[in-house]
């Protein structure tokens, strides 16, 4: 089942006319077509990628006894009662439907291991704890790759383990297609009755492309197809992969800069919310900051960009210097400035022209993947501690960083 926006999240939501939104209406009608039916389905005896018996079985998803596991569209709550029967698992099965969620409590709603949540998808990963496994029955296609897997890539443990089946080729034959955009698609009711619904069915190497850029490490895609018997060309596409144990990083780009941009700052601001990054128009992670300005202080450059790219503001005062940290970039060497800022006023929000934005607050233990190397590089001389790979670096601290937290 999908995990998608309600209509009153303003965060999420788009409006009306959006593929999301429609796909919630469609699957919340389809529950109320089951639930005036009374329909009544069998307990899981295996997780079914797509058709009965088809697909890899629960091996996929790794170990289970004792994990914490979320069902991301669970739909009724079958395959999430299994996994806590057979397995032990403590499960959340989560779904955007109301009226799922109700099939599913009133099935499943006092097996204990279990908790059903009405919830949107990506809402409900950003503000979970981390989960080793999260799987994903055929909800993927409903659900924008772009909002939902920055929110997956850091709801994961280190370590943990993602599964989830996605259309491939449909029930006419259509197959998938490059661009990442929803398509028009028939969700047929048992009984009679259908819906559209609009779903990212996306080629194989696209969606190995997205996990990627995310930092999840792809470890097996496997074919479901239906039984030899049947003529039905539809097809799914299964993917397991994994967030690494450590952060991973981006380098900058081998292009010189010009010649004043040779140093740059990268601006800490941590509090009981987290830590700041900002998402890159590249798709990476980054600290407020940019370049020195001519006749600029360093403290005064922190500020400056502070204000510009997160409407943020501080004073001069408010900014202790790290240090610096050299690189060289095809022949070109570099100085990033790392400055933790003590105080500020505001909330972070996107500014008009701007490469960055998408402003969030990190807990340090759920940093995301595919961090700019430069502000990795002032994070861990900040926290030497944290579990960040970037390339080498010469630091020189221009003090010592008291106060930095436990």
Do not use: K
């Amino acid at each position: 089942m999908p995990q998608i926006p309600s209509p009153d999240d303003s965060e999420s939501c788009v409006g009306r006319d959006s593929p999301e939104f429609v796909n919630t209406a469609a699957w919340q009608a389809y529950a109320a077509h089951h639930l005036r039916r009374g329909t009544v389905l069998a307990d899981a005896e295996r997780i079914d990628w797509g058709f009965p018996g088809a697909g890899p079985d629960e091996e996929f998803l790794g170990e289970l006894g004792g994990r914490r596991v979320l069902d991301l569209g669970c739909g009724t709550g079958r395959q999430a009662a299994r996994l806590v029967r057979a397995y032990g698992a403590t499960v959340d099965g989560v779904d955007s439907a109301p009226g799922q969620i109700e099939r599913a409590r009133a099935r499943y709603g006092s097996l204990p291991g279990l908790r059903l949540l009405h919830a949107d998808a990506v809402d409900h990963l950003r503000s979970s704890e981390p989960y080793d496994v999260i799987y994903s029955v055929n909800a993927f296609p409903y659900v924008d790759p772009r909002r939902l897997l920055p929110a997956l890539a850091t709801a994961l443990t280190p370590g943990g383990t993602l599964c989830f089946s996605v259309l491939h080729t449909n029930s006419r034959g259509d197959g998938p297609t490059s661009e990442i955009v929803a398509r028009p698609e028939i969700l047929r009711f048992a009984g009679g009755g259908e819906a559209t619904v609009r779903m990212w069915v996306l080629a194989t190497d696209v969606w190995e492309g997205l996990l990627a850029e995310h930092g999840l490490h792809i470890e097996r895609v496997e074919s479901v197809t239906a039984p030899a018997d049947r003529t039905n060309p539809a097809s799914y596409r299964v993917f397991r992969a994994r967030r690494p144990l450590r952060i991973s990083t981006r380098p900058r780009t081998a292009r010189p800069p010009v010649a004043h941009a040779a140093i740059g700052v990268g601006a800490i601001l941590y509090g009981p919310r987290g830590l700041l990054l900002g998402r890159h128009r590249r798709g990476t992670w980054e600290l407020p900051g940019g370049t020195v300005e001519p006749g600029e202080s360093l403290e005064e450059t922190v500020v400056r960009e502070l204000r510009e790219e997160t409407g943020l503001l501080a004073e001069p005062s408010d900014v202790r210097l790290l240090g610096h940290s050299l690189d060289r970039v095809e022949g070109v060497v570099r100085m990033t400035v790392g400055a933790v800022v003590e105080r500020w006023r505001g909330e972070p929000g996107d500014q008009p022209g701007e490469s960055v934005g998408d402003w969030r607050w990190y807990p340090l233990d759920r940093l995301p993947p595919a961090l700019f190397v430069c502000s990795a590089q002032s994070l861990t001389a900040w926290r030497p501690d944290l579990p960040i790979d970037h390339a080498p670096v010469r630091f020189t601290a221009y003090a010592p960083a008291p106060g930095a937290p436990e």
